[in-house]
């Protein structure tokens, strides 16, 4: 199998089920779509859930000791907010779903369907993109490994963008562009440089991204919104404070 198979089919997958989703939501009413919206956000939590528990895995633990996981992925969520904050990423992320609508649409339509445009683009990229599937997917795939756990995510992102893009509409077609550049250079370090995180540090890795996966869920279930953009960079410290931690103890 060519590696970058598995990121194409999860682009597609994302592109048909938002098409087909975007095609159906001018169909629902208003209270459907807050049902769809809030539907995600539990999914989107129980998610997040399943992917956090990561702090606990074995390889983990032995690598950095028994106390230390829920420390690293605290000091990674702060340490990243930091730096998030101070680059900027959620407004970044924000422009940048703004310029996509400007040159997908037109800039047609009104404020709200702006709003809904760039809201559902930040959020599913963030969906499509954090998870341990998206990191062990790609690696995989470019180790040439096969892409078998990026078709598992492409079933399960193609139906999500279905539900998203009823809600949201057309800025979750948007998203794929992101999956395309995460997932391709994700896949792009694989080939290039073999297996880059021991186990331990892809654990530390999952788990931060599923916290930040309950921030997306939070906002999708209109609790509280939480810059998850600004949050970003965690999932590059988490990798670094546990080599860190490995080197010192």
């Not at 939590?45 to 528990?53: D, E, P």
């Not at 779903?97 to 809201?119: A, Q, Y």
Request: with cysteine.
């Amino acid at each position: 199998m060519v590696p970058g198979t598995g990121t194409v089919v999860n682009v597609v997958s994302v592109l048909v089920g938002s098409t087909i989703g975007s095609l159906a939501g001018h169909r629902l009413s208003v209270r459907t779509r807050e049902v769809v919206t809030d539907a995600l956000g539990l999914v989107t939590l129980l998610i997040a859930g399943l992917t956090a528990a990561s702090v606990t895995d074995p390889a983990l633990r032995a690598a950095v000791g028994r106390s230390a996981p829920v420390l690293i992925v605290l000091g990674s969520v702060v340490l990243g907010g930091l730096i998030g904050s101070a680059l900027g990423v959620e407004a970044a992320l924000e422009r940048l779903g703004s310029w996509l609508r400007r040159v997908l649409l037109r800039g047609g339509g009104d404020r709200r369907d702006r709003e809904r445009f760039v809201e559902g683009f930040v959020a599913s990229s963030l969906l499509f993109c954090v998870g341990p599937l998206t990191i062990l997917g790609s690696l995989s795939d470019g180790l040439g490994r096969g892409a078998d756990q990026l078709y598992v995510k492409s079933a399960l992102d193609g139906f999500a963008s279905i539900a998203f893009a009823a809600s949201f509409g057309w800025g979750v077609a948007a998203s794929a562009l992101v999956v395309l550049v995460v997932q391709g250079s994700l896949t792009v370090v694989g080939l290039l440089l073999g297996d880059v995180l021991p186990a331990a540090h892809i654990d530390a890795v999952s788990a931060t991204g599923g916290l930040l996966l309950v921030g997306v869920a939070l906002g999708l279930l209109r609790i509280r919104h939480i810059p998850v953009g600004d949050l970003l960079p965690a999932l590059v410290v988490a990798p670094l404070l546990t080599q860190l931690v490995v080197v010192l103890r």
